[in-house]
């Protein structure tokens, strides 16, 4: 793709910023901030720290930048807090942040931090989960003749940063710690699990979820190992990032809290930037390929948030020939030689959040497109078959105590945003996706509802979603310019359809500090694998028990 001028805008956007947030903190004499560890996006934690920004309580985070640190959450709570000493909360946004100030600690007046301070240890949630299922992956392709994809998709056992849920009865156990001591941090959490399929065997694996360490100093910090990284604004995540794979291993420069711009650029409101640059593994076609990833966020009024990315996947075995200042000025949209853009594989995203406090009602979507067909000549490719869509709703503290939420959610995938020819494995880790968890060629609707009382929490989600089972190629068209070319069918084959009921209950820290889950599902499928077969039914039962911090 060539959208150069926007990009780098973004980039020097993101420099600017950094620089002038640093610039305006040390000018401000604010105290320098202590390094904790994150907490992590598939925390329930979560929910109720999205009621408390989409009520307006909380005003301070970006909503497409996650995880966050603990100590970002404290400041949350802090700003919460002082919001309720002025308006009277419902039940519902008091309990939230009760729950909130357990799981983290309560807020710090100084977080300046030093090297003596004395070491803090904790741990991550001990977890114990068994589970029986039958649901059959999707097996993954990109809807064309010369792209494909590594990967496989199960919604009803996915996204879940990584973790396993066999096609079968699986038991799992998960612990791990963490320790803050000033500017450093460190934290590893891994988990364990087996169960014998229904093809027969027994399998099983221990995986690490999370291993990293983290340095802060002024309005930065510096991430080093395998960290999770989520970005955009829907259920899961975005388009680009969402919580489907497992965490990355990277290195990572972002800002640790949004900053403003000094002097007569105040008005601009706040920026927050971060890139890395991750390894991909090597359980992929191109094996050691690398992602850089740069994202720039925005609120330039109380009510509006803006998300730019950039993704780059480049290097690795098997990958196009280059060079390394080639390949260095492909990444920045330079081409390495007349208009070659071929030895990487580009993504670009942009987001967009509205919210409205007053209704306590956010609207929000995510866009992403992989190829902009010559400066966008071919609208309908760049925008629609090379790109993706997620736009949502949600609006929360409804009824008596403002316990029930809501959010309504659509996603369209075309047959290509996933990967390019060059990079066949496309976005993905360990096989599977990186961003929408759907994949190419993809259609969907969820609505999605919880009723949070005083000591549980009860979710009813409902989806439908669509695969498009035909097979593509993309050629020039007799007589055209180099950008005269557009996708021709080559197969017409059944679509698959998905209907899926999942149902979950928690039980909020109960006895002696335990936190239950118990998770249902059932899913029909007509038009499995792309035949004529079906319908297949798809069954889950899942209970997990966390010992909380």
């Known amino acids: 793709m060539s959208a150069r001028r926007a990009t780098l805008g973004a980039v020097a956007l993101a420099v600017i910023t950094g620089h002038v947030g640093v610039l305006h903190a040390q000018g401000r004499a604010r105290p320098t901030p202590q390094a904790t560890a994150y907490l992590p996006v598939t925390d329930a934690a979560y929910a109720d720290l999205d009621a408390l920004i989409t009520s307006g309580f909380v005003t301070e985070p970006m909503v497409g930048e996650r995880p966050y640190s ?37 807020p710090v007046s100084d977080e300046r931090g030093t090297s003596g301070a004395a070491p803090f240890l904790g741990r991550t949630p001990v977890a114990a989960t068994l589970a029986a299922t039958t649901s059959e992956n999707r097996a993954m392709i990109s809807g064309t003749r010369d792209d494909r994809i590594d990967a496989v998709v199960n919604p009803m056992l996915q996204r879940a940063q990584g973790r396993v849920l066999l096609d079968a009865a ?118 050691g390929s690398a992602l850089l990833h740069m994202r720039l966020s925005a609120r330039p009024t ?107 959610e659509a996603r369209h995938t075309g047959p290509r945003p996933h990967t390019h020819a060059q990079y066949s494995s496309g976005m993905t880790v360990d096989g599977l996706v990186l961003g929408d968890a759907l994949g190419p060629s993809s259609s969907g609707i969820t609505v999605q509802g919880d009723f949070t009382g005083a000591a549980a929490r009860w979710r009813v989600e409902l989806s439908s979603e669509r695969y498009v089972g035909d097979l593509f190629h993309a050629a020039d068209q007799p ?40 998770r249902g599902g059932v899913e029909r499928v007509t038009g499995f694998g792309y035949t004529t077969r079906g319908p297949r039914w798809g069954l889950l039962a899942q209970m997990t028990v966390r010992a909380l911090p």
Not at 71 to 90: G, H, K, L, N
Not at 265 to 282: C, E, I, P, T, V
Request: hydrophobic letters at 40%.
């Open 302 to 408: 109380r009510h509006v948030e803006v998300g730019v990315s950039y993704l780059n996947q480049h290097g690795g075995r098997n990958a196009p020939p280059s060079l390394q200042w080639q390949r260095l000025l492909d990444i920045f949209l330079f081409a390495a030689s007349g208009d070659d853009y071929e030895i990487t594989d580009k993504v670009a995203a942009v987001d967009l959040r509205v919210a409205l406090p007053a209704l306590r009602t956010a609207l929000y979507a995510n866009f992403l497109t992989t190829d902009d067909r010559g400066r966008f000549s071919q609208p309908a490719g760049g925008y629609w078959e090379d790109a993706i869509w997620l736009v949502g709703a949600e609006r929360v503290g409804l009824g008596p105590d403002a316990r029930v939420d809501l959010r309504l």
């Open 170 to 287: 699986t038991a799992a156990a998960e612990a791990g710690a963490f320790v803050e001591r000033g500017h450093l941090a460190a934290e590893v959490s891994g988990r364990a699990y087996g169960g014998t399929p229904h093809t027969g065997g027994a399998t099983g694996a221990v995986d690490l979820l999370t291993g990293y360490a983290r340095a802060v100093a002024g309005p930065w910090a510096l991430d080093v190992g395998r960290v999770p990284r989520v970005t955009g604004f829907g259920i899961h995540g975005g388009a680009m990032l969402s919580d489907n794979a497992r965490a990355l291993d990277l290195v990572q420069l972002r800002q640790e809290r949004p900053v403003r711009l000094p002097g007569p650029f105040r008005h601009l409101g706040s920026w927050q930037a971060s890139a890395y640059l991750a390894d991909l593994g090597h359980d992929r076609d191109q094996p």
């Open 479 to 518: 007589g055209g310019d180099e950008w005269n070319w557009d996708w021709f069918r080559l197969a017409d084959n059944p679509d698959e359809a998905r209907q899926r009921v999942l149902v979950n209950y928690l039980r909020f820290r109960g006895w002696r500090g335990y936190e239950t889950s118990l």
């Open 70 to 106: 603990r100590a970002a959450i404290r400041r949350f709570v802090a700003e919460a807090e002082r919001r309720f000493a002025t308006v009277s909360p419902p039940a519902r946004a008091r309990e939230a942040l009760t729950r909130l100030r357990a799981r983290v600690g309560a």
